[in-house]
């Protein structure tokens, strides 16, 4: 990826601090394998000043969505879950992600009818829209190329409606609903409105979907000004990723305290329309538990909903000589019975059962040669299982083999799966998970509550964000980040690499094609930390303030001296304009000729990005650029 904005170049490269000035240590700042680094850019004062603070999770699923909320203070620390909805006495630990209009004509105003249950059981009449599905609207396929790169279907939106105005319009209702219903339980409203709100989003997400989904929450009004002066209200927002959250709660299991720390563990959360799998791994003590996340994500539309669209699919061709069983009303009650019944109940020892729905028209009722038994649709279970089922289950198991393939071998292997999401409740599912990785990976489990897994993590995110403990707060840097830069050349680099020897503009001789790593693979930093190296250039005018960094990435555990040593590549080409330091202006303006200028860069690596900084002399940020987005 090409980085966004310019700080660096230099006409003869960049050099560390005491090498420009021929002292002696040339040795890069490297984060060693495994050492832990403390934050130097942490939360801690704005973590103080909550102390004792409420904390809501919400989980914005693509069919359905929670709201779970603990606190400190007055909870002793336990999540709640929301779980009586409008439209229903029975509880329910989620409520549809669906959302009904009211619109006669396509320029009137769309108004909201009904939301959730009462959303999904009405009936569509002229005039109406039930809108379900809308989460996938900020898939980073959708919105790059306006389309899903699976087999389904966007919903259609009322006229003049935007995807984020439908995701602002669920979340408002939501939102109002969640507050009645915590205030009844908490008896504060004051807590409330100055709570911290965890959104979880698909690992899969790029940066423009997180942005949508902050931009609609804000506008849903799930975080505002709880008094004069609070001007870091929006920050009460966080955006966490599915499988982080599900990973908080994970780490609530038994299974996983039998875990050691430096062990890893990878999460599948396997949810209505995203299945997310990301890698983490137990640091410090368990008394302390810390889980940091091992920077490789990966994410694809494979959820349970794509086994009710291959359903349809399989319906329509088996059907396709009785077109009066093809209309949507048809189509329609034989999803809905799958989907609410037999889905849930397939097993791998279903293959000889015989599957039957009732067809929603009476007429053309008989023939067996495609499974039409007096009105009712036969399918044996063999064929939903290899047209149905296995082509997304298949999805899921090259999901988790990626995510394997991902974790370093250095990390002794992975000691735990963890099964989460409402998908993950499917014997299917879990079956062949088990066939699959058993023999690989000693611990195979999942949560009782797999559907909500993400949300109670979520909520307990925020209470760790409160008493600053047991959340990932850490990454583990993915591969090696790596400067190209020129150093004073030595004994060493005369006898290795005579080619690469030049005398600089300054007069010095300096070894070209020299490699300053500014992390390692491995290191476990804290997420934001920024990493800080300190450089020079050599300038020949106050005009020559610009600079090309060449960044290196490298997959390999060893540290190479030189760009042509190992297996390393260029990962991007970073501008960086040094007039924006104040240490530049000052020397340019005193200098009469040709100068040098000190400065430092720093790489910061969070859990969806690497990021390079250009910093003053007192830590001052005056230019960014991206590096590269983790994740897929
Ligand atoms: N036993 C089961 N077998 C197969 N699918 C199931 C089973 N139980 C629930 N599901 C499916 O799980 C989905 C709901 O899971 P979940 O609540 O985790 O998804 P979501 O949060 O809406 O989606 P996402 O996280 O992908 O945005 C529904 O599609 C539901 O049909
Ligand atoms: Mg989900």
Not at 107 to 116: D, F, K, L, Y
Not at 418 to 447: D, M, N, Q, W
Not at 473 to 492: G, T
Request: aromatic share 8%; hydrophobic share 40%; charged share 20%.
């Amino acid at each position: 990826m090409t980085p966004t904005l310019a700080p660096l170049a230099i006409p003869g490269g960049i050099m560390s601090e005491r090498a420009a000035t021929g002292t002696t240590s040339t040795v890069p700042q490297v984060v060693a394998q495994g050492q832990q680094v403390v934050a130097e850019t942490d939360s801690g004062a704005y973590v103080a000043e909550v102390e004792g603070k409420l904390s809501v999770g919400i989980d914005f699923g693509t069919t359905f969505s929670g709201v779970a909320f603990g606190s400190n203070r007055n909870m002793n620390g336990q999540i709640r879950c929301i779980l009586s909805w409008p439209g229903s006495y029975e509880t329910y630990r989620k409520v549809p992600t669906c959302i009904a209009y009211y619109q006669p004509t396509p320029s009137s105003e769309a108004v909201i009818v009904a939301w959730g249950i009462e959303a999904k059981a009405m009936t569509l009449r002229e005039g109406f829209f039930k809108v379900e599905w809308f989460k996938l609207f900020l898939d980073p396929t959708v919105l790059r190329e306006g389309r899903l790169a699976s087999s389904a279907r966007l919903p259609d939106l009322p006229y003049g409606k935007e995807p984020i105005d439908v995701v602002t319009d669920y979340l408002s209702c939501l939102w109002k609903y969640a507050k009645e219903r915590i205030t009844d339980e908490i008896g504060s409203v004051a807590d409330l409105e100055a709570a911290d709100v965890i959104l979880t989003v698909p690992a899969a997400w790029d940066a423009a979907g997180c942005q949508m989904m902050r931009t609609a929450a804000i506008q849903a009004g799930m975080v505002q000004s709880a008094r004069g002066g609070d001007r870091n209200w929006r920050e009460r927002l966080r955006i966490i990723t599915e499988p982080e959250a599900a990973a908080i709660h994970a780490s609530t299991l038994s299974n996983l305290l039998n875990l050691r720390p430096s062990q890893a563990f990878v999460i599948c959360d396997a949810g209505g329309g995203t299945v997310d799998t990301a890698a983490y791994k137990l640091i410090g003590q368990l008394s302390n538990l810390e889980i940091a996340e091992m920077c490789a994500r990966t994410g694809a539309n494979a959820g349970s909903l794509f086994i009710d669209l291959r359903f349809e699919a399989l319906v329509k061709s088996l059907l396709r000589n009785h077109p009066v069983h093809l209309d949507e009303a048809s189509l329609l009650a034989f999803r809905h019975a799958f989907a609410e019944c037999d889905k849930l109940l397939f097993s791998t020892a279903d293959d000889d059962t015989h599957f039957r729905f009732n067809c929603f028209n009476i007429e053309d009722a008989h023939d067996p040669e495609c499974g039409l038994e007096y009105g009712e649709l036969v399918i044996p279970g063999s064929v939903i299982r290899r047209d149905v089922f296995e082509p997304v289950v298949q999805q899921v198991l090259d999901l988790i083999e990626v995510q394997l393939a991902k974790v370093p071998t250095t990390h002794q292997g992975v000691q735990a799966l963890i099964l989460v999401g409402g998908f993950a409740a499917s014997e299917y599912l879990c079956s062949r998970v088990h066939e699959t990785f058993s023999a690989r990976i000693p611990v195979i489990a999942k949560p009782r509550d797999t559907d909500v897994a993400t949300l109670q993590g979520a909520a307990r995110y925020g209470l760790g964000l409160i008493g600053g403990k047991a959340t990932v707060s850490s990454v583990i840097s993915p591969r090696s980040y790596i400067m190209k830069c020129k150093l004073p050349a030595s004994d060493e680099d005369r006898y290795q690499r005579p080619g690469f020897i030049v005398r600089n503009d300054a007069g010095i001789e300096v070894c070209e094609n020299r490699l300053s790593y500014l992390v390692a693979k491995g290191a476990v930093l804290r997420k934001g930390q920024r990493l800080r190296s300190r450089y020079c250039k050599f300038s020949r005018s106050p005009q020559d303030s610009v600079f090309t960094a060449v960044l290196y990435v490298s997959d390999s555990d060893k540290i190479y001296r030189y760009t042509d040593e190992g297996p390393i590549e260029e990962l991007c080409r970073w501008s960086v304009d040094l007039s924006a330091l104040p240490s530049w202006a000052r020397a340019a303006e005193s200098a009469t000729g040709s100068f040098w200028v000190e400065f430092d860069l720093a790489l910061v690596v969070d859990s969806a990005e690497v990021l390079g900084v250009l910093l003053t002399d007192e830590g001052e940020e005056v230019g960014r650029a991206h590096f590269e987005y983790l994740g897929n």
